[in-house]
């Protein structure tokens, strides 16, 4: 069964420095997002990205964050200076359609650490 | 604004007991609810979902019914099992392409 695959499972980085975390959504799937979970709190949205440009994003989603979509199989999330409170668990999903009631299908997460 | 509260956890019950998670909702509109699962070391899996009032979402021995009177998605299972052990996040969608809205989450452990 085809799955969403991130990439990597985890990553650990010092205060400041460029991170790029990497997705691969299911091949003939539409709209891509990333949520992010900090430790013991909610799953949080960041960011949904359709037909190559954000379709909508939260306040969590600042300059800081960018997504781009290089090629036709990667989706990534970059956070150009990582701040302490970035450390989270990050999750790619990706849904098949646009509109409808079709099912967000979630990556393994990479959990981000930064010290 | 769209939000979800489940019961805290953790929920620890022996096996074969009968397990309910609660979830409430406060949205505009009629949303999609959800409940996603998160074994240990994976990420997200639908579990399953009700688009609809009165609908009833059923998976793996799991039900929820979308209860629009009470704002409700409860989880239920008759018998749970160890294999069960894992965090669930109940989550609403308000229309097709907007991002879900998550629970806090609430984890399960089942002993034998």
């Known amino acids: 069964e085809p799955e969403v695959t991130q990439t990597p499972s985890h990553q650990v980085t010092q205060m400041g420095q460029e991170v790029i975390l990497r997705c691969v959504p299911i091949s003939n799937h539409l709209y891509f997002y990333w949520y992010r979970q900090i430790l013991g709190q909610k799953v949080e949205f960041l960011v949904s990205f359709y037909n190559n ?10 300059d800081q964050f960018s997504v781009e979509r290089p090629d036709g199989s990667n989706f990534t999330l970059k956070i150009r200076s990582t701040k302490l409170e970035d450390s989270a668990m990050y999750f790619c999903a990706s849904r098949p359609l646009a509109g409808g009631t079709d099912t967000q299908y979630f990556g393994p997460g990479t959990r981000l650490t930064v010290l | 604004g769209n939000s979800v509260t489940q019961m805290e956890g953790p929920v620890t019950l022996s096996e074969e007991a009968f397990l309910t998670i609660n979830c409430t909702y406060t949205a505009t509109g009629y949303p999609s609810l959800f409940w996603y699962v998160q074994y240990p070391g994976e990420g997200l899996q639908l579990l399953l979902k009700a688009t ?9 021995g799991f039900e929820a019914t979308y209860r629009k009177e009470t704002t409700s998605f409860h989880l239920e299972k008759g018998s749970v099992q160890v294999s069960d052990s894992a965090v669930y996040f109940c989550a609403l969608r308000r229309s097709g392409n907007t991002p879900l809205v998550f629970g806090k989450g609430t984890r399960l452990s089942v002993i034998a």
């Open chain 2, 52 to 60: 609809k009032a009165d609908d009833k979402g059923s998976n793996k």
């Open chain 1, 53 to 62: 440009e954000i379709s909508e994003k939260s306040e969590i989603f600042d």
